[in-house]
């Protein structure tokens, strides 16, 4: 690596830092934190086979700096699919197909929101996929959608 290449990847950090120190500002102005502790500490499997209410919360919970994103411009999950797939460990996980609502449906930073989404989901142990409706795509003009399918490291499905 060259120095240039160092100095980028050390501000690349510190900007990462910054971000992640805001967002999590942000959440906890705007959420109580003992309410999204107990949430983080729920199953997400026993909310799916209990069709609890607080599901889209508890996920909700598990975003990191993509929840601020989310907040700040009236966006939302909702859950278009849900299954419980059984591993090869034979523990059981849930594939998710993720829709959003509010705000973020037409946003054009959504590629970047739905990645967030998805890398913070799947970071949950009792998560194994996380799709997104394929209805999604019609928010997008013709240059946003083939962005999104070419670059946005999401997959799409039907519902």
Do not use: N
């Not at 805001?22 to 729920?42: F, N």
């Not at 939302?76 to 996980?93: F, N, Q, T």
């Not at 998805?118 to 959608?145: G, K, S």
Request: proline share 3%; charged share 25%; net charge negative.
């Amino acid at each position: 690596m060259s120095d240039v290449d160092d100095l980028a990847e050390a501000y690349r950090l510190q900007v990462e830092a910054l971000i992640e120190k805001e967002a999590q500002k942000r959440i906890t102005e705007a959420h109580d934190p003992d309410e999204l502790a107990r949430l983080r500490g729920l199953s997400l499997l026993s909310l799916v086979s209990s069709d609890d209410p607080d599901l889209v919360p508890a996920l909700m919970a598990r975003l990191g700096p993509v929840r601020a994103a989310l907040d700040g411009h009236g966006g939302g999950l909702l859950i278009a699919a849900c299954d419980v797939k059984r591993m090869h460990s034979g523990a059981e996980a849930l594939s998710l197909v993720i829709d959003l609502d509010g705000a973020c449906v037409s946003c054009g930073a959504a590629p970047g929101t739905l990645r967030g989404i998805q890398d913070d989901l799947l970071m949950d142990e009792e998560v194994v996929t996380v799709r997104f409706a394929a209805a999604m795509l019609q928010w997008f003009d013709e240059l946003q959608r083939e962005f999104v399918l070419k670059h946005g490291g999401v997959t799409f499905v039907e519902v």
